[in-house]
């Protein structure tokens, strides 16, 4: 099969402590990855390897066939970059802005300035165009730079947690754009630490931790390794949390989790667990907010995996 982008075995070291520990990566052509994982556990450090922004101490990596170390040069000419957060130039306007990438990817002016045009109508962001962005909202901003990663017409785009800080009407904006990418055949790498968005878009998914692919897989097949169903629970009275976990733990005869404060889930064989739970809270008099059986989500699949959530280590060290 061929690639978009592949890494092999890379290792990347800073000082005393291994950011990268040998992972594997790789892409389809038109499709999109979503690396998923907590702060610190390599995610960043892997798009700069594959940006050439970062030389790998070990393994290999390839975009569109050409070497990310070797012809460096080469991979820039064929990939876009969007980072955690907006990187545009507050006081130049949207069109500005655009206009200068395009420059300094050797546009002549009138070029840059229509495809700065053509993307600033793709983004819905022409109202704006000739405003200067610290004027723009965060939405905006964040748009404008997805659009500036795109001036080159890039086969590849790498998408660093692409929607942090963003509200959820934002978020799916977002989503729609990236979606519209994969659409005009281009290769997305996404790295997230929101499960339900790597599961909203990705065709596949490698799950990394400590500097290591733990996973890999399309989202089914991720969830598979849980398995069964879930029962979620969110009693009315906080203080009947411990009745309504014992309950619950007595039915499905599984540990219960509490994933969030007032939350319990618990893993179960079937259906039949949830008209037992019912019956059981009503007899105990413990009042239900909210009470659902559901398919196991990838939130249960990182814990299973990796014993706690996407937001319990440190940042990233590059």
Do not use: C
């Not at 390839?62 to 990187?87: N, W």
């Not at 500036?148 to 017409?153: E, M, P, Q, T």
């Not at 500097?211 to 398995?227: N, Q, Y």
């Not at 969110?234 to 949390?241: F, H, L, N």
């Amino acid at each position: 099969m061929t690639y978009a982008f592949q890494a092999e075995g890379l290792v990347k070291r800073f000082g005393s402590t291994s950011a990268l520990s040998g992972i594997d990566l790789a892409a389809r052509q038109g499709s999109i990855l979503g690396v998923l994982g907590p702060n610190g556990a390599g995610k960043t450090t892997a798009v700069r390897i594959l940006a050439t922004l970062l030389r790998p101490d070990a393994g290999t990596a390839t975009v569109a066939g050409y070497d990310v170390v070797r012809d460096a040069e080469r991979v820039r000419r064929v990939i876009g970059l969007t980072g955690q957060y907006a990187s545009v130039d507050d006081d130049l306007t949207g069109t500005e802005n655009l206009v200068l990438i395009g420059q300094l990817l050797d546009f002549r002016t009138s070029d840059a300035r229509a495809r700065a045009k053509e993307l600033l109508s793709h983004f819905e962001l022409a109202d704006a165009a000739d405003r200067p962005v610290k004027t723009y909202s965060g939405g905006m901003r964040r748009r404008l730079d997805l659009a500036a990663s795109l001036v080159g017409r890039p086969d590849v785009i790498y998408l660093d947690e692409p929607t942090t800080g963003l509200d959820p009407v934002r978020r799916e904006d977002v989503w729609r754009i990236i979606r519209t990418l994969v659409d005009d055949g281009v290769t997305v790498l996404l790295t997230t630490q929101y499960l339900e968005e790597a599961d909203a878009l990705a065709d596949d998914i490698s799950v990394i931790d400590q500097g290591r692919v733990i996973a890999a897989g399309t989202p089914a097949e991720l969830k598979r390794i849980v398995g069964g169903q879930h029962l979620d629970l969110r009693p009315t009275d906080v203080a009947r949390m411990d009745d309504a976990a014992a309950i619950l733990a007595d039915v499905a005869g599984q540990p219960v989790e509490s994933p969030g404060r007032g939350q319990l889930t618990v893993p179960v064989a079937d259906d039949t667990a949830l008209t037992a739970a019912v019956a059981r809270l009503d007899a105990a008099r413990i009042g239900v907010a909210e009470l659902s059986l559901r398919l196991p989500n990838l939130d249960d699949v990182f814990f299973t995996l990796t014993g706690h959530g996407t937001t319990d280590t440190e940042e990233d060290a590059a």
